[in-house]
């Protein structure tokens, strides 16, 4: 089968993006090529500004996910027959959004569909049920889900490492070039029928991770959600990926990251933290990761369950004669019920071991508890799921030959299909329901049995009760699964403490009805009020919210491959342009230059600090310009920038953030603010200290006037906790002297109150003023806190400057920033100096002496 879509992968390359119409249409359509594609096809689609107009104004929600909510059926006459899965999460979740929001489904079809009838189903998908199939051919669709799917991604989100090719395999990078390829091929087909300024995308699950590169790719300013419905692994785990960096990059490029539970999503955030050294912040209960000025926002609901469909089943002629007969079948006796897939997650096995420990330390229990267990076909396929089965069958087999008798089995097994009434009665019948995972996602088994537990008239009658009867269960769950939190009233086990969940099945069976009660009003109340409309519901309005600012920000796309992103920036904010500057450069006469020296002339995080040779013919250049006053504003101190700029005889410095001045290589030091004392260091060191000895990787620098706490080689999660308690700390023991404690990136640091760049900028332009020199161009660069104190100073110094003054803060990596400019890094700051210098070279117009900063 040949997937066709309206534009091949190459054609992401295009700037043009179409628009679409909501009428129904047979869309264009051209084949793609099948087979395995980089992800580095389409290097060429950078664009920057690939978002089309539209002028459709009703909300619509494109949902994405591997499988699409149908059910197919080939008809006697060889024709498809297509109806809803009604137990698709996918349709369920559509009665949260409201009947304003149209919905369009993207995802593959169960069936494999011959090439020359899927023009025919897809259309017929599309005007039916306005679904669009993906299709894949098989050999792809198998590198992809049975490959990177359920060998790679499914194991390691559920903590199995690869330690041997039986468990979980070897890394192949032909299944990860597969999944790049499939996630390529459904991106094409949202291409399809989005209008990317307003409709929403949402992606479902680990199957489609690398989907939000792509379409943020072509359309920067979309609407874009994901909802992870497995778990995350702890970084610990997760770093073990060779493809770590891209996955993550990619679901970056969201604006709204779903999980089912803080775990999943704080493991995330601290792999975004320990990997690409971003940051989180909590505003106003919203979670948010600043990415190159879009906001990622972290969302944290698990998902809930479709009540009406659950009841609608329950009332059904079919599950009343099953409710009946599982009732004379096991009368006299106690049900526990266990619901699972048969796969090396669920915990079955463990599970059994455990009701054969019940059954040994308490004989009471033999001929009167019976564990059914419900066992799913396993979704994916291999080893691993023989040996479940083969472990199982044993277990099941070993328990019922020791403790089973005519007329009591102690332990069923349903390993075929049921139909959805048929596992309700079960549902119904059960005291109690287990569920020991040893890893899952969204488990939504203890849901299912407690709204079933609750019952119906009809099921009332069957069973002898009133409908006022208080109703009643028990839940024994992992702590391991994603629905544990919220089940307050449930017993949880560690499924691996085999006695410890002998004695939770025990005590669900003697715990006093009364607080069987309680438990169930207290599950039903959350269960009820938390089901799944109401999950899409909050989800669409935190999306909502996530993409308000989109169309009020400049946006444009960088970077190659899969570590494509989004810069989403202020209007006011854009790019320093080399020829926008140097052309304003060449036709001022009074230039005051100010330039930060690490991150801004020395790359950040280099071993070597010294200057580079073309750092300092740069700076010589521009200082030999008679009409240009150069200065250094570094946090260094003065002895290392005296070695270091020894060469610049014309260039001025400050050191220690202002706090030290020279104006030139032979002038004398000079100190801008008046402090009495340092007495406050002996106070502050040894805490500084403490905090060092017990965070490895952390040092303190000690200055003339400062003392600095770096923690740049600490691990990133411990430094940055350990450097929030120091300066608390420090804010505490020093309260009453005058010094200032400041936290930057990878330090915290100590220094006189007064003491900033901006006194420097502040001082210049105050001298060349007194001098008779107005300042008609001002340009200024710095990359972290310290410097927007120098930003601040020379945005608002317009009674010093000339009136046609032109000025250009600038600020390198770091947005926002109150810099009207921005550049990426280093290499182009030097590349923008070096323009400068050249103009100056060039230049055949004679200055007189520039003005040298007095005291």
Known sequence: MVSRSYSNLLELTSCDSPTFSREKKRLPRVATVAGVLSELDDEASNSAGSDAPSSISQDRMIIVGNQLPLKAQRKDDGTWDFTWDEDSLLLQLKDGLGEDVETIYIGCLKEEIEPSEQDDVAQNLLDTFKCVPTFLPPELFTKFYHGFCKQHLWPLFHYMLPLSPDLGGRFDRSLWQAYVSVNKIFADKVMEVISPDDDFVWVHDYHLMVLPTFLRKRFNRARLGFFLHSPFPSSEIYRTLPVRDELLRALLNSDLIGFHTFDYARHFLSCCSRMLGLSYQSKRGYIGLEYYGRTVSIKILPVGIHIGQLQSVMNLPETENKVEELQNKFRGQTVMLGVDDMDIFKGISLKLLAMEQLLLQHPDKRGRVVLVQIANPARGRGKDVQEVQSETYATVKRINSTFGRPGYTPVILIDTPLQFYERIAYYVIAECCLVTAVRDGMNLIPYEYIICRQGSDKIDKILGTSSFTQKKSMLVVSEFIGCSPSLSGAIRVNPWNIDAVAEAMDSALIVPESEKQMRHEKHYRYVSTHDVAYWARSFLQDLERACRDHLRRRCWGIGFGLGFRVIALD?????????????????????????????????????????????????????????????????????????????????????????????????????????????????????????????????????????????????????????????????????????????????????????????????????????????????????????????????????????????????????????????????????????????????????????????
């Not at 920038?641 to 706090?659: I, P």
């Not at 810099?819 to 700051?829: F, M, V, W």
Request: glycine share 4%.
């Open 571 to 855: 209007p006011n904010f854009r790019k320093l342009s080399v020829e926008h500057i140097v052309s304003a450069y060449k036709r001022t006469k009074h230039r005051a230059i100010l330039l930060d020296y690490d991150g801004t002339m020395m790359q950040p995080g280099s071993i070597s600090t010294t200057p580079s040779t073309e750092a300092v013919a740069i700076l010589n250049s521009l200082c030999k310009d008679t009409k240009n006053c150069v200065f250094i504003v570094s946090g260094k101190e003065r002895k290392t920038l005296t070695d270091w700029f020894s060469s610049c005889e014309r260039l001025g410095v400050a050191a220690e953030h202002g706090y030290f001045v020279r104006t030139n290589h032979s002038a004398d030091w000079e100190e801008c603010v008046s402090v009495p004392d340092f007495d406050w260091k002996q106070i502050a060191e040894p805490v500084m200290q403490l905090y060092t000895e017990t965070t490895d990787g952390s040092n303190i620098e000690t200055k003339e006037t400062a003392l600095v706490w770096n923690y740049e080689f600490a691990d990133r999660d411990f430094g940055s906790c350990q450097a929030k308690e120091l300066l608390d700390h420090l804010e505490s023991v020093l309260a009453n002297e005058p010094v200032s404690v400041k936290s930057s990136p990878h330090i915290v640091e100590v220094k006189p109150q007064g003491v900033s760049k901006g006194i420097v900028a502040e001082r210049l332009l105050l001298t060349m003023q007194q001098m008779g020199v107005i300042p008609d161009f001002v340009l200024c660069i710095g990359d972290d806190r310290s410097d927007e104190d120098m930003f601040g100073v020379i945005m608002n110094a317009r009674a010093s400057l000339s009136p046609v003054a032109e000025v250009f803060p600038c600020t390198v990596g770091q947005k926002p920033s109150k810099a009207k400019y921005y550049l990426e890094d280093t290499s182009e700051i030097l590349r923008m100096l070096q323009g400068l210098a050249n103009a100056s070279e060039q230049s055949v117009t004679s200055s007189p002496q520039p003005p040298h900063v007095a005291s």
